[in-house]
């Protein structure tokens, strides 16, 4: 697995010119806004009702704006119909996680955005996460992503290796429109994503020990390894950690103590990876082989809601079996 997030450090601050529209003017809508204006990124348009955004929408169809890229950072029940317009438009968009509360709906959004050729980047910043960067240039890392490489290449027998991701903290108002799988846990799903190679995460079951509307304690054995989350947003503790084990040796990542220092770090190396994304797709002629690098970030986001979906699918609806996805 190769961890590569575009050229991030070749893009230079204030030196972009790009054109923006915002819907969701809330918290998270508020901050894209403040770190892109501080980037050079002019906002022409901003909506942050269903009638606003329809509105805009409608003038962006019929040329009245020209827009370079959308942000959305509305309610994430009103995902679904604002990314499906961005594709079909093929207008450039950066939308907060989830993408999708559906896993068959993120899955339509995967095809389609390759059919179109439209730029979707979900925004995880959780992957740009300072405790997350420096793992990647360990030798625990490499070790272990070699481990499970060897397994799906050349079916190796592997040793065993599980994931333990816990995030918590007190009560919030903000997105209570979806329970805390989609609000906490989708987080720490892209983060095994992002671990972990697709072709070693071969779903097997799922356990839910805990669940509820605000939390959520669940184990995935995806036969290669195991991962547990818990996740709950109602904790008298404040906490955010991964700790992976292999073999006799194990590792603890606190992704909260960056924030201790600059705490917008995430978003604004988040930013810069879209657009540098921006650029290489709006420049695809001269760069094609970079030109689709997003789409591997979109394609784990996507299928992290998949596999979020299952708590849904297998224990709300009243489902509790284990199956097999094979």
């Known amino acids: 697995m190769e961890w590569k997030r575009g050229i991030l450090w070749g893009y230079m601050q204030n030196s972009c010119f790009y054109k923006a529209v915002l819907i ?14 501080q980037d050079g990124v002019e ?31 509305s309610p994430a029940v009103t995902h679904d119909e604002y990314v499906k317009k961005c594709i079909k438009m093929k207008l450039p968009v950066l939308v907060e996680k989830p993408v999708s509360i559906s896993g068959m709906d993120a899955l339509e959004y995967q095809k389609l955005a390759l059919k179109r050729g439209a730029l979707v980047f979900v925004g995880h910043s959780e992957r740009y ?15 272990m992503q070699d481990c499970l490489k060897s397994w799906y290449l050349q079916k190796q027998d592997v040793f065993p290796i599980c994931f333990k991701f816990t995030r918590t903290h007190g ?45 959520v304690h669940a184990i995935y054995d995806f036969r290669t390894l195991k991962a547990e989350f818990i996740a709950d947003r109602n904790s008298a503790s404040d906490a955010r950690t991964v700790e992976i084990s292999m ?22 190396h988040e930013h810069q990876a879209f657009l540098n994304y921006l650029s290489s797709y709006k420049n695809a002629a001269q760069d094609e082989d970079s030109a689709y690098d997003w789409y591997r970030d979109f394609y784990d986001a996507c299928y992290a809601v998949v596999l979020v979906a299952l708590i849904g699918e297998l224990y709300k609806k009243g ?3 284990e199956i097999d996805a094979k």
């Open 129 to 143: 996460n300072p405790a997350i960067e420096e793992f990647a240039k360990t030798d625990f890392c490499k070790e």
């Open 247 to 268: 073999k006799d040796r194990s590792v603890t990542l606190d992704l909260g103590a960056y924030r201790n220092g600059n705490p917008a770090y995430a978003l604004q």
């Open 43 to 73: 906002f022409i348009g901003v909506a942050d009702t269903t009638a606003e955004a329809a509105a805009l929408f409608k003038r962006i169809k019929s040329g009245e704006l020209a827009p370079d890229f959308a942000v959305i950072a």
């Open 319 to 321: 489902r509790a079996n």
């Open 171 to 215: 009560f919030s108002p903000r997105n209570r429109d979806v329970s805390v799988e989609y609000d906490l846990m989708i987080h720490d799903m892209d983060l095994l994503c992002l671990f972990v190679d697709k072709n070693a995460m071969l779903y097997k079951s799922l356990d839910c020990v805990e669940l509820s509307d605000d939390r």
């Open 24 to 37: 969701g003017c809330g918290t998270m809508g508020q901050r894209h806004k403040r770190l892109f204006e």
